[in-house]
């Protein structure tokens, strides 16, 4: 049996299809008629609720009825997701607001929230049928799925550009993907990775067009909600790029809510890097919604996670966070390195510059007045900081170089450095 889908429906026109129809809105095209699936959500109350949720697993399948998967597909139990909420009361106060909570998912089976789309991905093409999947990805996305897909016994191909950092790409090759390594951007790849699909009947996992990804992430939300239950933050900080991520925090927060678990939703902070913004500006210019498909922005920062100049899920995004009554920031490079430095050395996370995104977001929005220093706050650490130590080495500093002599020791501890 099916799990709790009643259908997908289009975030353009609104039409809703049966589940299996399409990964995309017919009328709207691949581009613009994005689906978001839609649950029986009467009937999962009926079983997901506070009470039953003390009995799960400590994982992300905890969520079964809210997830595109059926019974036989659906695992008890895993290793994605349940991720440790932090309190981190010495950055907060050095980021001057009331309290701040770090939601670690640099903790996930190959280090980044992205696993929480790549389970659900792999078991929905098994459900299907597919022996093969593939994805495009600035890296974090490819390396999860890779992941999954060896877990699973899935063969995985997976397209990158030429500026996958290096943790990233042994990631990709550990896990014994087909790794084709695009001359070109990020673009240039996914747009291969769609046409190879369509050609060789992979399981296409890109996330923005494959509708059930947005589920997997949507469980960081999930968790979120029900962690938080009875301590609710005012908002919640997400670093962004295709949009996917947040547009799926927010809506597990919103079912948490319709299903009655929690009675509140916060509000969503999203992050870009201010070298590509393209979903900053549009928020800005509260642009009409069914304008067109945004023109090439720029693109330019040292985050690869959300270097993303063309995102794939702008109407989802920019739905949640005007839906949330959100807000989005900028933040340079200089802002991220410092952000890598204070994530670390104050609470003890090791975030990749994506990921420390979010924690520079909340300086940005206190000195813009969207945060006020009482605000409590939680922030997503999307990636971790391993998976691109040359992106860690530029933000972190160097050691003190010294001959095997105690007195070398001596001088430094004295000079205070
Ligand atoms: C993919 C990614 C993001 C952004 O998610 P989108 O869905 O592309 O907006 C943020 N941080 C990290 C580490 C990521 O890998």
Same mark, same amino acid.
């Given at each position: 049996?099916?799990s709790h889908v009643s259908g997908l429906a289009c975030v353009r026109c609104g039409k809703v299809y049966r589940a299996g129809a399409h990964f995309t809105c017919p009328d709207c095209g691949p581009d613009e008629g994005i689906l978001d699936v839609r649950y029986d959500l009467?009937?999962a109350?009926?079983?997901?609720?506070?009470?039953?949720?003390?009995?799960?697993?400590?994982?992300?399948?905890?969520?079964?009825?809210l997830l595109p998967?059926?019974?036989?597909?659906?695992?008890?139990?895993?290793?994605?997701?349940? #991720?440790?909420? /932090?309190?981190?009361?010495? &950055? @907060? $106060?050095? *980021?001057?607001? +009331?309290?701040?909570?770090?939601?670690? =998912?640099?903790?996930?089976?190959?280090?980044?929230?992205?696993?929480?789309a790549?389970?659900v991905g792999?078991?929905h093409?098994?459900?299907?049928?597919?022996?093969?999947?593939?994805?495009?990805?600035?890296?974090?996305?490819?390396?999860?799925?890779?992941?999954?897909?060896?877990?699973?016994?899935?063969?995985?191909?997976?397209?990158? #550009?030429?500026? /996958?950092?290096?943790?990233? &790409? @042994? $990631?990709? *090759?550990?896990? +014994?993907?087909?790794?084709?390594?695009? =001359?070109?951007?990020?673009?240039?790849?996914?747009?291969?990775?769609?046409?190879?699909?369509?050609?060789?009947?992979?399981?296409?996992?890109n996330c923005a067009v494959n509708p059930y990804l947005v589920e997997g992430k949507k469980t960081c939300g999930l968790?979120?909600?029900?962690?938080?239950?009875?301590?609710?933050?005012?908002?919640?900080?997400? #670093?962004?790029?295709d949009g996917c991520s947040i547009a799926g925090v927010y809506k597990g927060l919103a079912e948490m809510?319709a299903?009655?678990?929690?009675?509140?939703?916060?509000?969503l902070?999203?992050?870009?890097?201010?070298?590509?913004?393209?979903?900053?500006?549009?928020?800005?210019?509260?642009?009409?919604r069914h304008?067109?498909?945004?023109?090439?922005?720029?693109?330019?920062?040292?985050?690869?996670?959300?270097?993303?100049?063309?995102p794939r899920n702008r109407r989802k995004a920019l739905d949640a966070v005007r839906a949330s009554?959100?807000?989005?920031?900028?933040?340079?490079?200089?802002?991220?390195?410092?952000?890598?430095?204070?994530?670390?050395?104050?609470?003890?996370?090791?975030?990749?510059?994506?990921?420390?995104?979010?924690?520079?977001?909340?300086?940005?929005?206190?000195?813009?007045?969207?945060?006020?220093?009482?605000?409590?706050?939680?922030?997503?650490?999307?990636?971790?900081?391993?998976?691109?130590?040359?992106?860690?080495?530029?933000?972190?500093?160097?050691?003190?170089?010294?001959?095997?002599?105690?007195?070398?020791?001596?001088?430094?501890?004295?000079?205070?450095?």
């Amino acid at each position: 049996m099916l799990s709790h889908v009643s259908g997908l429906a289009c975030v353009r026109c609104g039409k809703v299809y049966r589940a299996g129809a399409h990964f995309t809105c017919p009328d709207c095209g691949p581009d613009e008629g994005i689906l978001d699936v839609r649950y029986d959500l009467e009937r999962a109350a009926e079983t997901l609720t506070r009470r039953s949720l003390r009995r799960r697993s400590r994982s992300q399948w905890r969520y079964r009825e809210l997830l595109p998967l059926d019974e036989t597909h659906c695992p008890r139990d895993g290793l994605v997701g349940w #991720s440790p909420l /932090i309190d981190t009361p010495r &950055l @907060a $106060q050095v *980021l001057g607001v +009331g309290r701040l909570r770090l939601k670690d =998912d640099t903790r996930n089976p190959s280090g980044s929230f992205k696993d929480r789309a790549s389970a659900v991905g792999v078991l929905h093409a098994l459900q299907t049928g597919a022996s093969e999947i593939a994805c495009a990805s600035t890296g974090n996305a490819a390396s999860s799925l890779a992941c999954c897909a060896a877990a699973a016994g899935l063969h995985a191909n997976i397209f990158v #550009s030429r500026r /996958i950092p290096e943790g990233k &790409l @042994a $990631q990709l *090759l550990a896990y +014994g993907a087909r790794v084709f390594r695009v =001359d070109g951007s990020y673009a240039d790849a996914y747009a291969l990775s769609t046409q190879a699909c369509a050609r060789f009947g992979w399981y296409n996992r890109n996330c923005a067009v494959n509708p059930y990804l947005v589920e997997g992430k949507k469980t960081c939300g999930l968790e979120i909600a029900e962690q938080c239950a009875d301590d609710p933050p005012d908002w919640v900080v997400c #670093s962004v790029g295709d949009g996917c991520s947040i547009a799926g925090v927010y809506k597990g927060l919103a079912e948490m809510k319709a299903l009655g678990v929690v009675a509140w939703t916060a509000h969503l902070l999203g992050v870009q890097a201010a070298g590509v913004a393209p979903l900053a500006a549009e928020f800005e210019h509260a642009a009409d919604r069914h304008a067109a498909f945004p023109a090439k922005h720029a693109s330019d920062t040292y985050a690869d996670s959300i270097n993303v100049p063309v995102p794939r899920n702008r109407r989802k995004a920019l739905d949640a966070v005007r839906a949330s009554d959100g807000a989005f920031v900028t933040v340079t490079d200089e802002q991220i390195m410092e952000a890598v430095r204070q994530a670390g050395s104050l609470a003890g996370v090791f975030a990749e510059p994506a990921a420390a995104a979010a924690v520079a977001g909340i300086a940005e929005a206190r000195t813009r007045g969207i945060l006020d220093e009482h605000a409590s706050v939680v922030a997503i650490i999307t990636g971790n900081g391993l998976k691109d130590i040359a992106g860690a080495l530029r933000a972190v500093g160097v050691p003190h170089d010294i001959s095997p002599r105690i007195r070398d020791i001596s001088r430094i501890v004295a000079g205070g450095a």
